[in-house]
């Protein structure tokens, strides 16, 4: 089935430093969301993306986090300054359209804030 | 808050015997469900979107729903060991493009 890439599978960095998680979505879809997974925990949403635009966005989309699509290449997730409870697996997904739509996700990027 | 709650947390079935997880949610008004697989290290694989009450089948997994009783479960017939992966319940809302998961439920398929 269509697939979505993430890079790197695994970040470590330090405190206070800046990150940036890339994800390569399936080719022709035009909606974008990150999850973020704590160890132990479930899957939870952080915020969808369409047309340059944040569309939604949890409570867990904190301040220091921001998403982009620049020329339609990677769509990224920053986060400046990373904090130790931004450690977790974070999700990439993309669907075709929004609601009801299929959305296909990527293997994940580990992310270590030490 | 919408909430998701999966049982059991862990399952344990011979290979061939039927594997049924379940999953309950906290009101009616999401309109769709999805149960997702996940391998270690890889993306999550849709297994069955269900809309309506009842059930529908892809392949060896049958999801049933049922709003009622908040409920939808997800059958696995004839499992093999490669079928050993944490299975998802999600559900999303008309309107709104997130999906609200569960914990999962860690499969083990023993031969």
């Known amino acids: 089935g269509p697939k979505v890439l993430q890079i790197p599978s695994h970040q470590i960095i330090d405190m206070g430093q800046m990150v940036t998680l890339n994800c390569d979505p399936v080719?022709?879809?035009?909606?974008f969301y990150w999850y973020k997974q704590i160890l132990g925990q479930q899957m939870e949403f952080l915020v969808n993306?369409?047309?340059?635009?944040?569309?939604?966005k949890s409570k867990l989309f904190k301040d220091q986090f921001s998403v982009e699509r620049p020329d339609g290449s990677y769509f990224t997730l920053k986060i400046q300054p990373t904090a130790l409870e931004d450690s977790a697996v974070y999700f990439c997904?993309?669907?075709?359209?929004?609601?009801?739509?299929?959305?296909?996700f990527g293997p994940g990027t580990r992310l270590t804030v030490l | 808050q919408q909430k998701v709650q999966q049982s059991p947390e862990s399952l344990t079935v011979s290979e061939g015997a039927m594997a049924s997880l379940n999953c309950t949610f906290s009101?009616?008004?999401?309109?769709?469900f999805r149960w997702y697989r996940q391998h270690s290290a890889k993306g999550l694989e849709v297994l069955v979107s269900?809309?309506?009450?009842g059930e529908k089948e892809e392949g060896r997994f049958t999801a049933h729903l049922n709003r009622a009783n908040l409920h939808v479960s997800l059958h696995i017939r004839e499992p093999q060991p490669s079928d050993s992966a944490v299975y998802l319940c999600?559900?999303?809302?008309?309107?709104?493009?997130?999906?609200?998961f569960g914990k999962g439920t860690q499969l083990i398929i023993q031969p």
């Open positions: 997904a993309s669907s075709g359209d929004k609601n009801y739509a299929e959305q296909f």
């Open positions: 080719s022709n879809h035009l909606y």
């Open positions: 993306f369409y047309n340059g635009k944040v569309m939604e």
């Open positions: 009101d009616g008004t999401s309109n769709n």
């Open positions: 269900i809309f309506s009450d």
């Open positions: 999600a559900r999303n809302t008309e309107g709104a493009d997130r999906l609200t």
